[in-house]
């Protein structure tokens, strides 16, 4: 049970990814999917590490197991950081990732600035609330029409300039190497003994006390069981 992390998303990409990086770590990664269907966790802040933290412990405390939460997005400097936070529901609640780019393509046209970056928090929490922290980015420019066909959300506008290739151009390996999400994930996977043992210290501390039965030491239970 203590080296069992929940990654708290149902973004089947975001799983791919994550369980990628961290293959051949001493540690079982479980996701959402895992079990029942839990309460979802209303991404309200303001900031990524805030939702990050939220969605960690939401689950942490659901599940009794530590939960690792990302929340990331596309920060663009031409839309003032827009969509940021916002970038999964950018475009509606359920909308599909084609529509996310074709609304940004919209907004950025005409626009000579290009430049943005992805920015990534992850967050640990466990069920008392405890969290380690990593993050990472990435910068880029948005271009004027999508290429390639892997990877997910905002990645075919997102071009990369030192492989020449937009996010959906590359292979997981090669983004996993060089997104942001990708390098949060390598700072987690470079701590992983020194997390598992955090981890460890945590869930002993929070670890519920063993019920005191001093209390009914005294107590005649005989009435009672002749009765039953």
Known sequence: MLNIIVLATNNKNKVEEIREVLKGAPVEIKCLADYPPLPPVVEDKETFEENAYKKALHYARILGLPCLAD????????????????SARYAGENATDREKCTKLLGEMAGKTN???RFQCVLSLATPGGPALTWEGSC???????RRGESGFGYDPVFYYEPLG?????LTMEEKN??????????QFAAEIDKVLTWLRQRLMEQKPPKPDHTQFENDDWSGHLRKS
Do not use: Q
Request: no cysteine; glycine share 12%.
């Open 71 to 86: 929340d990331s997005g596309l920060e663009v400097d031409a839309l003032d950081g827009r969509p940021g936070v916002l």
């Open 114 to 116: 290009r430049t943005a």
């Open 139 to 145: 910068e880029g420019e948005i271009l004027e029409e």
């Open 165 to 169: 290739k937009t996010f959906a151009e």
């Open 177 to 186: 190497v060089v997104s942001h999400r990708g390098r949060a994930m390598a």
